[in-house]
């Protein structure tokens, strides 16, 4: 066969796209067309409104419209089986949460593998925990509620936002740690967990900042502590539970970006820069305080990290205290 000028063309092509993964999508430079965001949770959450704000923003820096897919059910497991099967070419991607880190754990086999069937791009945001407690209850001070609990014949009981989501699992990280018998209260949402918390029905609750932080402002509820390990900017005058006696706790909740396993490395790289450019805003990092959250950029490394950590940690705490799926 001759060696015709087409065949040295599709030759110098093809190296050029092995040199430069991202030279290799014909439509043109990343991204050509609209980017996609599953988020497996229902609309007005805090998962889905940090995807919104930081997915707005990813739009200006891409000059191409982003679309949130919200894929609810089953404890983001529904969404994350519907990401796991999207093409690897980056105009599929995945908003994870907390629960993905807790869901190999407590439901056993998954229809996919968080970190088989997902590469990490990075964690997106933190959602501090705040240790509330209602009015009537005697203790100020994460070191009174402990002493309080420990009491003889006394009875504290917290609500959650259901059994095995991650504030029943740092309500039950604080029993271990702390050597109290809080008793759990399951609810369908935070937002029920809440009511009864206003209402006296329980008396404590491990809330994450988007559901408490309002009330914990009017004064209807009395926070104690914080449980991220660092002081919270929203509110940067409660101290931390580790300050206060349980050096080693911390919880939180948190979203993160992934996409799916075998999306090129340069595309990944691309997507981490410009979504770190993205939560370094001033303006997204004050939308993201408002809305109970706190910009959290990272390297797709560290995010691999601190998933993996974040696996053995809650596996752990549902082994210890016997969790099983509500």
């Not at 629960?99 to 754990?105: D, E, R």
């Not at 991650?166 to 209260?185: D, R």
């Not at 990092?285 to 408002?290: N, P």
């Amino acid at each position: 066969m001759p060696f015709t000028t087409t065949r040295r063309h599709f030759i110098a092509g093809s190296l050029l796209a092995a040199a430069h993964p991202l030279a290799a999508f014909a439509s043109g430079p990343w991204p050509s067309r609209p980017v996609r965001f599953t988020v497996p949770f229902p609309p007005g959450g805090p998962v889905d409104t940090t995807a919104r704000i930081f997915s707005h923003k990813l739009a200006e820096i891409w000059k191409t419209p982003t679309v949130i897919d919200n894929r609810a059910g089953a404890g983001g497991v529904v969404g994350a089986t519907a990401a796991a099967k999207e093409a690897p070419d980056g105009y599929g991607l995945f908003v994870a949460a907390i629960h993905h880190s807790v869901n190999p754990s407590l439901m056993g086999k998954l229809p996919y593998d968080i970190e088989k069937d997902f590469v990490p791009i990075s964690f997106a945001a933190m959602f501090p925990v705040f240790v509330v407690a209602h009015s009537s209850v005697p203790a100020n001070s994460i070191q009174e509620l402990i002493a309080l609990a420990k009491k003889p014949g006394q009875t504290l009981s917290y609500g959650s936002s259901g059994n095995g989501g991650g504030t029943h699992l740092a309500g039950e990280l604080f029993n271990m740690q702390a050597g109290t018998q809080l008793q759990h209260v399951p609810y369908k949402g935070s937002a029920p967990a809440m009511n009864d918390l206003l209402g006296g029905q329980v008396q404590l609750m491990f809330s994450d900042a988007p559901t408490a932080l309002q009330h914990i402002k009017t004064g209807r509820i009395k926070v104690l502590g914080v449980a991220s390990r660092k002081r919270s900017a929203m509110l940067p005058d409660v101290p931390t539970v580790a300050e206060s006696g349980l050096t080693d706790y911390e919880a939180y909740s948190w979203a993160a970006l992934f996409a799916p396993a075998k999306t090129p490395q340069a595309v990944v790289d691309k997507i981490n820069a410009d979504f770190n450019t993205a939560l370094n805003d001033p303006a997204v990092r004050q939308r993201l305080l408002d809305a109970g959250a706190e910009a959290d950029p990272g390297t797709p490394a560290q995010m691999q990290q601190r998933l993996r950590a974040e696996l053995d940690k809650w596996a752990k705490v549902i082994k210890t205290a016997g969790i099983t799926p509500g």
